[in-house]
């Protein structure tokens, strides 16, 4: 009889909640398990899974949505109905597929499947990303069999068997030379760059404000790197008309766009965050407002109060805000990369495969 080495992963909605699971889900099956996603049917998951040929699962689950509209009451209305037709699936699924463990790295799908395998002989795990804590993380932790949290920070809201693992990141976000992401990129390795990411799907506020701020970068002669977003492309794709100003809708070779990079204008969401910290770039951080607990200003605010980050509010958005701070990084060789280095957890895959199968073995 074959021997049953099967873990579950359920988490996504983004990217910051799907690649952490994508890594912890490699580093299993280097150590010779057999790794299953979950997923959600509205999530960047639906598509990057099935690119990725990963074994996968999509539930007919949607967050809660904050922002007032008739759609999102209509969606909010729905919740009640599809949490439970999702609960009765993810049950009949663990019980067909008898997993060793869940992990959950947050996102709207991965609480179900956690709470479903409460009180059985399945271990239950939580990656937290985020400085403060996801509704799943502060309602499940105590129930859970461990919390691996990315920043101490999240000690203070959380009880439970916690340890402090950071995030885990993925293989390819490496440091390749200016000179060769510049040529990859068609761009001047001479030049000084800046890149500008608005999250997996990009950001309509931090784009109409390039698209009021964008001749800084030609007059300074800087290379700008902006990544709009799918949906939002077609509306700025126009604006590249200057060798200087690379208008992208989404990066698949991440690695490249930070190496080419000085400095990084970004969200703060927590595996943005601690990829460019990884990779030693001064960052501007933008938090998302709408984010769920207002978790990624404590991401920002936890860098920024370190002198690792700079952190720039969206109220904050007048013209020019970000380029000053631009040219206060330049002209002072402030090294705040260095200092966000430091602050991370380098050998998070292998903190967290390892208590997985700690807890598996007991």
């Not at 463990?101 to 239950?124: Q, R, V």
């Not at 999250?199 to 290379?223: A, H, P, R, T, V």
């Not at 700025?236 to 190496?259: A, C, G, P, Q, R």
Request: hydrophobic share 40%.
């Amino acid at each position: 009889m074959e021997e049953n080495k099967t873990i579950l992963i359920a988490g996504g909605g983004s990217g910051g909640h799907l690649f952490p699971a994508l890594a912890i889900g490699d580093e299993l099956l280097l150590r010779g398990y057999k790794v299953k996603y979950v997923g959600s049917k509205y999530g960047i998951e639906k598509t990057i899974l099935k690119k990725l040929k990963k074994e996968h699962y999509l539930l007919n689950i949607k967050g809660f949505q904050r922002t007032f509209s008739i759609k999102n009451v209509i969606t909010n209305l729905l919740f009640p109905f599809r949490f439970i037709i999702s609960y009765v699936t993810i049950k009949i699924l663990i019980k067909k597929i008898n997993p060793l463990a869940i992990i959950g790295t947050g996102g709207y799908a991965s609480g179900i499947p956690l709470l479903a395998s409460l009180n059985t002989n399945i271990k239950t795990i939580i990656h937290e990303q985020n400085s403060y804590p996801g509704i799943t993380t502060r309602k499940l932790a105590s129930s859970v069999d461990c919390v691996c949290i990315s920043s101490q920070e999240s000690n203070k809201y959380i009880q439970g068997n916690i340890i402090h693992t950071g995030i885990p990141l993925r293989n390819d976000i490496i440091d390749i030379k200016k000179n060769k992401a510049c040529e990859y990129l068609g761009l001047d390795k001479s030049k000084k760059t800046v890149l500008v990411i608005g999250g997996s799907q990009g950001s309509e506020s931090i784009n109409k404000y390039l698209k009021k701020n964008y001749q800084f970068y030609i007059d300074n002669n800087y290379q700008l790197i902006w990544q709009c977003g799918i949906k939002h492309y077609s509306k700025y794709k126009n604006l590249n008309i200057n060798k200087n100003i690379k208008i992208l809708d989404f990066i698949d070779k991440m690695e490249y766009v930070y190496s080419a990079s000085d400095i990084v204008v970004s969200r703060a969401g927590a595996l943005a965050v601690n990829e460019i910290a990884l990779m030693k770039k001064n960052m501007i951080l933008i938090p998302l407002p709408s984010s769920a607990a207002n978790h990624q200003y404590y991401n920002a605010k936890y860098f920024s109060d370190r002198d690792a980050a700079i952190l720039i509010e969206e109220k904050e958005l007048i013209d020019g805000v970000i380029e000053k701070k631009i040219l206060e990084i330049f002209n002072t060789n402030i090294d705040l990369g260095f200092n966000a280095n430091n602050l991370i957890m380098k050998d998070a895959k292998n903190k967290i495969v390892d208590k997985v199968i700690n807890l598996i073995e007991v």
